[in-house]
């Protein structure tokens, strides 16, 4: 493994100088407390935050980028493929494909651990091209974290604070506005030895110093250890819990849409005005807590109640996903459904409530 | 042959048939695929039949009603285009008040009066009530917002022509905001009817940095109770709370269902 120390500042000018040969994404401000991944351009306003600093103090925090940096890789409205008619009068269907090069730069252990979810959810049974393709050709430049975002983190409770799966190249901040580089990729070599930044031969001490730094406790936990959660969350079907979380919910599909692992989508086809023979069929994101979500053929919903659909959408987070791929919880615990919530919905919460309730039960 | 087309207007600013003129950029496609037969703003013919009507404005006074139900007797589909023909738009917030406040509060006494004992003014006398066109005939869809959102006008022409359904999601407007990844309006301080208010407009308003106000009406279910708790909290006393639900009227007149 290579490692390399440099400053913050040459870090971003560096990104800022890819980002004028590809399209590198960055948290940028977003109004007036959020962020957003965005092309960087010459003049972005990137900043990492302190080796020191104190929780909440960050220029940015996972839970506050309102997309996760992994819906780059299945954006909204994505086009899968386009139809025409051939000199023959049939249809033919061409695949889009997105190859182009980019980085995502500045995600976090949790987003990056959602990002190995999401390889691991598109790679199974039917590839699924589309993403697959964007996926080889992005690289992956991860940050750690030595404070939570804020008080919904909760990251090292569902095991995705230290995870550097799936990064090309990881970030450590060190004291003095330095960053420690690592490569984990052959990739993230190729990025790192065209930097030209000074290489680092004390890694391990480096990382020893960072882990040291690391606020302790780190955010929330649940009441229980992660396989009880699960394994209550498993259990839980009839429960008054379910009822209690959705009183104040409005349906609106918030918690699915800023999610890093909901990767449901709802297909439609549409005919070009200019020539009706051909058009595209295209994907837009869909979430299980939208009333219309189960509605199938016919007009029959299999799911109208909305407790129903809060208990589908946290059984899919923390039992049935984590049953089927055997790779941990899917909730990766990053907060944004609690944070993005206008009326303090909370997974955390919510399974929280179900331990208790199954510890009440006789 | 091609599908005819029609464009009627009731009590509107006919913002909503401006906003489909928009359309200038592919109109002559649009013609391609339909037949316009009557359009008081862009042609002077009428028609005695026409496959889709669409009627802009609210229903003020019965004569206005038995035209539109004339109008729903010669077509085969009938879309209300925008809020006006929806749920009633800010004429309706009318319906709150006697006629005889009303008018005295617009003319004034003494015009009142006049309206009260002058025969040739009693018409103006039945207007009582605002109505939306889905409360006097059947409506077959719903273009909602002020003005319509063209995209979706688009949307529902190019699926009646290929004898497909159009689909308008029955989801509020901040499914559409986290597809433009903005950030939400309760997020800095500002309140927003987006959780309980038809989508379909791809949160254009939020997008431009405002709120939504609820132009395209009241979502289906929407749960009222906790969002007027919400905006309580948010420091909205009650009687501000009742302005901006009744802004659009949507909360008065009620969720529409799409059909069918």
């Not at chain 1, 509605?295 to 919903?301: F, S």
């Not at chain 1, 589908?312 to 990053?334: M, Q």
Request: charged letters at 25%.
């Amino acid at each position: 493994m290579r490692g390399f120390l440099t400053t913050r500042t040459a870090v971003l000018d560096w990104l800022r100088t890819l980002g004028q040969q590809e399209d590198v994404f960055f948290p940028l401000p977003l109004g007036e407390n959020s962020f957003s991944f965005d092309k960087v351009r010459q003049h972005s306003r990137l900043a990492f935050e302190d080796f020191d600093a104190a929780p909440g103090e960050k220029p940015f925090r996972a839970s506050s980028c309102v997309q996760p940096p992994g819906k780059k890789l299945s954006p909204n409205n994505e086009q899968i493929f386009r139809f025409s008619k051939n000199a023959h009068g049939e249809y033919q269907l061409t695949p889009t494909l997105d190859e182009r090069p980019r980085i995502i730069a500045g995600l976090r252990p949790c987003d990056l651990k959602a990002i190995h979810l999401m390889d691991r959810v598109h790679s199974d049974d039917i590839a699924d091209a589309h993403y697959l393709t964007r996926r080889r050709n992005t690289t992956l430049i991860a940050h750690d974290c030595l404070q939570p975002c804020d008080e919904h983190c909760f990251c090292d409770a569902t095991g995705s604070l230290r995870w550097r799966q799936g990064a090309d190249i990881f970030l450590t901040p060190q004291p003095e506005a330095k960053l420690l580089l690592e490569a984990l990729t052959e990739r993230g070599e190729r990025r790192l030895d065209d930097a030209g930044f000074a290489p680092c031969s004390d890694i391990e001490e480096r990382r020893a110093l960072a882990e040291e730094k690391r606020a302790q406790p780190f955010g929330r936990h649940f009441d229980a250890p992660l396989q009880r959660v699960i394994d209550t969350v498993s259990d839980s079907w009839e429960s008054p819990v379910w009822d209690k979380h959705v009183e104040r919910c409005f349906s609106c599909g918030t918690c699915n849409l800023v999610c890093p692992t909901c990767y449901c989508f709802d297909v439609q086809d549409d005919y070009n005005i200019d020539d009706p023979d051909s058009g595209q069929r295209s994907r837009r994101w869909d979430g299980c807590m939208l009333e219309e979500f189960a509605v199938v053929a016919g007009g029959h919903n299999f799911r109208p109640q909305l407790a129903a659909r809060q208990r589908h959408r946290i059984k899919r987070k923390l039992a049935w996903l984590p049953a089927r791929f055997g790779d941990g919880s899917f909730c990766v615990g990053c907060g944004r459904c609690g944070h993005q919530c206008t009326v303090d919905i909370d997974i955390f919460d919510i399974a929280n409530d179900l331990l208790a309730a199954t510890e009440a039960r006789p | 042959m091609k599908l005819k087309i029609a464009f009627f207007d009731m009590a509107s600013c006919e913002g909503c048939q401006l906003a489909i003129l928009d359309c200038e950029d592919i109109f002559l496609h649009i013609l391609d695929l339909v037949e316009i037969v009557e359009f008081r703003e862009a042609l002077s013919e009428t028609a005695p039949r026409f496959d889709i009507a669409f009627v802009e404005g609210s229903i003020n006074r019965e004569m206005d009603a038995d035209r539109l139900r004339d109008i729903r007797a010669r077509c085969s589909w009938l879309v209300s285009l925008g809020a006006c023909a929806s749920h009633g738009n800010v004429q309706a917030r009318s319906n709150a008040l006697s006629p005889a406040e009303n008018l005295q509060r617009v003319y004034g006494a003494e015009a009142c009066h006049t309206v009260h004992t002058d025969p040739e003014y009693w018409p103006l006398w039945a207007h009582t009530r605002v109505r939306a066109v889905h409360q006097v005939v059947k409506v077959d869809y719903h273009l909602r917002g002020c003005p319509v959102d063209r995209h979706e006008f688009l949307h529902l022409v190019k699926r009646l022509v290929a004898g497909s359904l159009p689909r308008f999601a029955r989801q509020p407007v901040c499914v559409e905001c986290k597809y433009n990844g903005n950030e939400c309006a309760f997020a800095h301080g500002e309140t927003c009817m987006g959780q309980i208010t038809w989508g379909g407009c791809d949160a254009i308003c939020i997008n431009g940095g405002y709120r939504c106000d609820g132009c395209r009406g009241l979502l289906p279910g929407a749960n009222l109770e906790a969002h007027r708790a919400l905006l309580r909290e948010r420091g909205l006393g009650e009687a501000e709370i009742d302005s901006r639900y009744r802004l659009f009227c949507s909360a008065d007149v009620g969720p529409q269902e799409a059909q069918p």
